[in-house]
């Protein structure tokens, strides 16, 4: 039996963990997603980094106020149905202010097979907005890197919640097999 | 059947933070951030006043950052309770200076004492249990308290305790309210920077 190649990600996805790392992110917790695959698995690889896996978005917040709280910087991977997970607790970041930078792949985004996907994809970047978040959306594989720059510079520079969406057609429509 | 038990958060709390050196305390929503404050007020407690569930979370962050201080969350049921997944992930690292303990009354003391699942025989140890945590207790006694309090400030294990007590609304004593404040003094008491 051969081993199956390692799928090569696109380039933007590999363009991601450095810039983390130039700002000094020591923890990478997520709830996967195929556009964070090549982020996750990095980190896995990195001694520089504690990457976790998360049963649900939320504890990403207080597992990142907590880490702040003890002087070292994260972010937080997910899917755009994560976010409506985060929401009430989303006020930790508020009420307290914390470095908070989530990045977030877009499902019901754009050429969306399951239709499921989309109420939440839709409310996504809305909901981001309604609970104090700054949100910036890449459609663009060139746009990536520029704006996961720019949040990670206001959110750990101002102690705010900055979020980057990754929008679905840079991942490429998801093949389904009947 | 509804199950309570007979301890005296506040005697627990108490017993729990004496000559606490350099614990670090996180608090759950409600009555466990009203317990800390009985016991006095610390640069080092970090109250939560809301994000009901994340009182784990955020220990467990500051205590994978801070390996070489204990990290107590003092958490209650129903806080527990909707973070659930949050030990699970935990049992991923076990940071071994990270104690979760419980004051479990098997009731939802802030909204008017409707019972809780603990209060329905679902035992939280177990949960913790089964998310590979070394120690494990149902505390019913305050000698099992200080053998918690003896491991905790040991950071001999990542540890659970679900300790039993008394269903009753003490008088509160409310801790600050400010989130920035209690942020920043806590990480001026630990030798941090704000931004």
Same mark, same amino acid.
């Given at each position: ?5 390692a ?15 130039? $700002? ?9 997603? /195929? ?5 996750i ?9 504690t990457?976790?896996?998360l049963?649900? @978005?939320?504890?990403?917040?207080g ?5 702040w709280?003890?002087?070292?910087r ?17 006020a ?5 202010? $914390? ?15 399951n ?5 939440m994809?839709?409310?996504t970047? /809305? ?10 959306? /890449? ?10 720059? =720019?949040?990670?510079?206001m /959110?750990?520079? =101002?102690? @705010? ?5 990754l ?12 | ?9 506040? %005697?627990v709390t ?6 606490? &050196?350099?614990?670090?305390? !996180? ?9 800390a404050?009985?016991?006095g007020?610390?640069d ?5 006043? %809301? ?8 220990g467990? &962050?500051? *205590? ?9 969350v ?10 659930l ?8 690292k076990?940071?071994p200076?990270?104690?979760?303990? !419980? ?11 409707q ?14 249990? *089964? ?7 149902v ?6 308290v ?5 491991r905790?400030?040991?950071?001999? &294990?990542t540890?659970?305790? *679900? ?18 404040? !209690? ?5 001026? %008491? ?6």
């Amino acid at each position: 039996m051969t081993a199956v190649p390692a799928e090569e990600a696109p380039s933007w996805q590999d363009e991601i963990l450095p810039i983390l790392k130039s $700002f000094d992110v020591r923890h990478l917790v997520y709830v996967p997603d /195929a556009g964070h695959a090549s982020a996750i698995r990095e980190a896995e690889k990195d001694n520089g980094i504690t990457s976790l896996a998360l049963t649900t @978005e939320e504890e990403g917040i207080g597992y990142l106020s907590g880490a702040w709280l003890g002087g070292e910087r994260g972010a937080l991977l997910m899917q755009s149905s994560g976010v409506g997970n985060c929401l009430n607790t989303l006020a930790l970041q508020t009420m307290t202010r $914390f470095p908070l930078l989530m990045l977030v792949t877009m499902r019901g985004d754009w050429a969306e097979f399951n239709p499921w996907q989309n109420p939440m994809g839709q409310a996504t970047e /809305a909901a981001l907005k309604l609970m104090g978040v700054r949100t910036w959306r /890449a459609d663009q594989p060139e746009e990536v890197a520029h704006l996961v720059h =720019g949040a990670a510079t206001m /959110a750990f520079n =101002g102690d @705010e919640a900055c979020a980057v969406l990754l929008g679905q057609s840079l991942i490429g429509e998801k093949k389904w097999v009947k | 059947m509804t199950m309570t038990g007979s301890l005296d958060r506040r %005697a627990v709390t108490a017993k729990l933070l004496e000559d606490r &050196g350099d614990l670090l305390v !996180v608090t759950g929503l409600g009555s466990p951030s009203y317990d800390a404050m009985a016991a006095g007020d610390h640069d080092l407690n970090y109250y939560l006043w %809301a994000a009901m569930g994340s009182a784990a979370t955020v220990g467990f &962050g500051l *205590a994978m950052t801070q390996r070489e201080k204990p990290v107590l969350v003092l958490t209650g049921d129903g806080e527990m309770l909707m973070g659930l997944g949050a030990l699970a992930s935990i049992g991923q690292k076990l940071p071994p200076n990270l104690t979760i303990a !419980v004051l479990d009354n098997g009731h939802y003391g802030e909204t008017g004492m409707q019972t809780s699942h603990t209060g329905r025989d679902i035992e939280l140890a177990r949960f913790a249990e *089964a998310a590979n945590f070394p120690w494990t207790r149902v505390v019913t006694d305050m000698d099992g308290v200080s053998d918690l309090r003896s491991r905790m400030q040991s950071q001999a &294990g990542t540890s659970f305790a *679900a300790i039993k007590i008394a269903a009753e609304n003490l008088p509160r004593a409310l801790p600050p309210r400010d989130g920035v404040h !209690v942020k920043n003094r806590f990480r001026a %008491a630990l030798g941090l920077s704000t931004i």
